[in-house]
């Protein structure tokens, strides 16, 4: 690969990776109501996700969806009846939380959901994602070098694809803390805790219908 290429790729992922998008927002959202943990293990899921589109780029499985456009429409269809089912669970969390406040204060640093269980909703909300999918059909193919000398497609592939997580992970689990940090002072309230959990529902919504009504 060649080393220019390697440093255009890096500058563009790196830009790609502080701009605000669906999983940024999903990360912050579930930091604010689940403390720093929670939001460090989103960002590990996220990039867990992108690993499975890496792998799959690098399989070929992207053609899948080139050939046939109605995959990738099942992808996006079944993205945002997950996050529906994201949103409706937070909405009864946040219900639930007023009957906390007669027990006393939850601790701040203990998440509402588990984290395993939290690490693969941001593993399937990313692999869900079909604008991940078309990133790397579209953006990653622009620095591939071919030719003779050329490294397999494949592996340039799963090299592009190792360095934007190594890019995206440190990014999404530095507003992950920041965001959980803001939120550890303020768990402790009840009240507080309702209306993350409610904010929370919002945001999933929101992508849902965002997801679902992107036709691109």
Known sequence: MELSLIAAFVAAAFLLSIAPGPDMLFIVANATAGGRRAGVVAALGMSTGLAVHTLAAALGLSALFRAAPE?????????????????????????????????????????????????????????????????????LPQFLTVGDGAWPVWLQLLTLGGLFIMIGLPVDATVGLAAGSLADKLLSRPSFRRRLERASAVIFGGLAVRLALDTR
């Open 71 to 139: 995959a990738l429409e099942v992808v996006r269809l079944a993205g945002a009846v997950f996050l529906v089912y994201l949103a409706i669970t937070s909405w009864r969390a946040g219900r639930r939380t007023p009957g906390e406040a007669e027990q006393g204060p939850a601790p701040a640093a203990a998440p509402r959901r588990p984290l395993r269980k939290l690490y693969l909703m941001a593993t399937l909300t990313n692999v869900a994602n079909p604008k991940v999918i078309l990133f790397y059909l579209a953006f």
